[in-house]
C-alpha cells in the first residue's frame, strides 16, 4: 500500500479506470438483455402478424371501413327498437311523466283512485265486474298502502295495469271475472331473481304464493317470459272475462297497436257456463248496453207471412184496408259467450348504465 502513498494520482487513475470498467459491463450487459427482449417482442409480433394474415375477412382498411358501416347500421336498429319499446302516444307520455308517490299514504290514495276510476270505466262500457276482480288484481291493499320498498314498483305496476284495463273495457267484455298480476320484488329479491335467471334457473311460484288467499296473484313460467338479465324486464298481467269473440279480437287489436309495449303471451278459451254469463245479484248494468251484450243471433231467417200464406185459401175480396206486410225473424244460430283467459307482459328495458341487479325485476308483491 505504500505505493499508493509514493504514487497518489497514478492510484487514483487506476480507480477510476476500474469503475469505468464496471460501468461499461453494467451498460454492456443492460444493453443485451434489452436487445433479448427486443428480439423476443419481434418474434412475438411476426407470428401476430401471421395469424393476423390468415383472418377471414382480412383485416384491411377496406373490410374496417364494412365493418363500421354495419356498426352504424346496428346501432340505428337498436335505437328504433328501444323506441318502440318505450311506447308512444298520450299513454306512454302520461307513465314517463307520472310522480312516484312519496309515501304509503299517497300510495294507498292513489291506488284507490285508480279503483274509482276503472268502476266508472267499466259502468259506461256495460261490464258488469264480479267481486274477485272487484280491486282490478290490488285488494291486499284495500285498506293500506303498500310497504315502502314496494311503491314504487307498486305504481310502475298500477300505470301499466290501469292501460291494460281500459284497453279490455273497450272492448266491452260481458264480465271480467278477474284481473291478476305478479308479486312485487324487494330488492334483495330481484338480485336474487337476477342471478337465477343469468344461471338458467326456472322460476317457479314458491309455496307462500299458491296458498295465498288473496285473489291478485299469479306466476308466469319464467321459460316463456320475455325477461333477459340486464337487458329486458317484464310485468306479467292475467285478465279472464266472458264475452263473445269481438271482445277478444277488439282486446287483442288494441293492444297490437303497441301504444305501449305489450305482447301477448297466452289466449285460452273456455265455453261459458250459463251461472257464469248470468248477473249476478245487485249488479248494475245499463239496461241498454246489456240489451247490445244478449247473445244476439249470428243468422237470421226472415219469413214473409204473405208468402207463407199463399199455400193457404184466398179469402174473399174487401173492400177493407189491408195492413202493411210484417215480417219475423227467428234465430238459427245464437253467438255464444265464451270464457278467456289472456296472459300479457308490460315490457321494460333495463337501463344500460344501471347494474342488472338493481334493474327493475319481475313485479310480484
Known sequence: MNWYRKYPLFALGLTVCGVVAVGELALAYE?????????KRLEQRRVELESMGQLTPPPTRAVAAAIEADL????????????????KGAAAERIRNAKVPAA???????????????????????????????RFGFSKYANEGPETDRIEPIF?????????????????????????????????????????????????????????????????????????AG????????????????????????????????LVREVEVDVATAEETQPQPGAEIPTAT???SAAAPSVVLTVDPAAASKTAPKPAPSAAVRPPRATTSTPIVSKSFSKYTVTVEFIELVPTSAPSAEAPAAPTS
Do not use: C, H, W
Not at 31 to 39: G, P, T, V, W
Not at 72 to 87: I, R, S, V, W
Not at 104 to 133: C, H, N, Q, Y
Open 231 to 262: 337487458y329486458i324486464d317484464a310485468m306479467a298481467f292475467r285478465f279472464i272475462f266472458i264475452g263473445q269473440t269481438a271482445a277478444l279480437r277488439n282486446f287483442l287489436n288494441r293492444l297490437a297497436s303497441f301504444e305501449l309495449p305489450v
Open 104 to 134: 304509503r299514504t299517497d300510495s294507498f290514495f292513489d291506488l284507490a283512485t285508480f279503483v274509482e276510476r276503472m268502476r266508472e270505466a267499466a259502468e259506461k262500457s256495460g261490464v258488469e265486474i264480479r267481486p274477485e276482480a272487484a
Open 156 to 228: 310502475r305496476q298500477r300505470q301499466a295495469a290501469e292501460y291494460l284495463i281500459e284497453s279490455l273495457l273497450e272492448a266491452k267484455p260481458r264480465v271480467l271475472l278477474a284481473v291478476k298480476r305478479e308479486r312485487t320484488l324487494t330488492k334483495a329479491e330481484r338480485e336474487a331473481q337476477a342471478a337465477a335467471l343469468a344461471n338458467g334457473q326456472v322460476i317457479e311460484e314458491s309455496a307462500a304464493d299458491s296458498l295465498s288467499d288473496s285473489p291478485d296473484y299469479f306466476a308466469i313460467d319464467s321459460r316463456v317470459s320475455a325477461r333477459a
Open 290 to 292: 246489456a240489451a247490445e
Open 72 to 87: 352504424t347500421k346496428a346501432q340505428k336498429a337498436l335505437a328504433a327498437m328501444q323506441a318502440e319499446l318505450t311506447g
Open 31 to 39: 444493453r443485451y438483455a434489452a436487445s433479448r427482449e427486443a428480439a
